[in-house]
């Protein structure tokens, strides 16, 4: 396990520079791969924009975390997604290229929810605070994209599930950081 400074990173996202992303993401595993790493993985779904950037240069291969996602999705028999995460995120390309390719729909969330929602994770949720109210504004969402056709919602930021999860989700979730986790370890076993 390696982890690059947040600050260093959040300052490149902050300027739209995904190329220094992904310098930031090749120093990391190639110091995991000079240990030993055979294959890496990144919970941070929002930086995986810069992957396109990584993956050529990349002494060892990625998991894509949209990609455990997808499978899960297909699996469990989802064909509509609802995207939550960051502002970046959810205006990425990262899951809508991954689920099209899959044969899935999404509903991203439209631009004041994702505005509310980037400010609840990086000044809330990313600082250890959970309020009640962010809980229920997330509900919201995921009840309005529910009326937009999603039979899932998936949690794409390794922060939401700390306060939206299946007990409390209108929509059943797919938690991306723990079916990353969890695509880790089988491909670990093999």
Not at 7 to 21: F, G, L, N, P, S
Not at 87 to 95: F, G
Not at 124 to 141: D, K, N, Y
Request: aromatic share 6%; with cysteine; charged share 20%.
């Amino acid at each position: 396990m390696h982890t690059p400074s947040l600050a260093e990173t959040m300052a490149c996202i902050y300027r739209d520079d995904w190329q220094d992303v992904a310098d930031i993401m090749l120093a990391s595993a190639h110091k995991l791969a000079s240990i030993g790493a055979d294959f890496l993985i990144c919970p941070d779904n929002t930086i995986h924009q810069a992957l396109p950037f990584v993956v050529p240069r990349s002494p060892r291969p990625w998991l894509h975390i949209a990609e455990t996602v997808a499978n899960d999705a297909v699996a469990r028999g989802f064909r509509r997604l609802g995207l939550l995460g960051t502002r970046w995120l959810v205006e990425s390309p990262v899951y809508p290229d991954v689920l099209s390719a899959r044969g899935l729909g999404f509903v991203r969330p439209e631009a004041a929810e994702r505005d509310e929602m980037n400010r609840i994770i990086m000044d809330e949720l990313v600082c250890g605070i959970f309020r009640p109210q962010a809980m229920v504004w997330f509900q919201r969402i995921i009840t309005r994209l529910r009326a937009a056709g999603c039979d899932a919602v998936v949690l794409g930021c390794t922060e939401i599930p700390l306060i939206v999860h299946d007990d409390n989700s209108p929509l059943p979730t797919l938690d991306s950081t723990r079916l990353l986790a969890r695509a880790a370890l089988r491909r670990a076993l093999v």
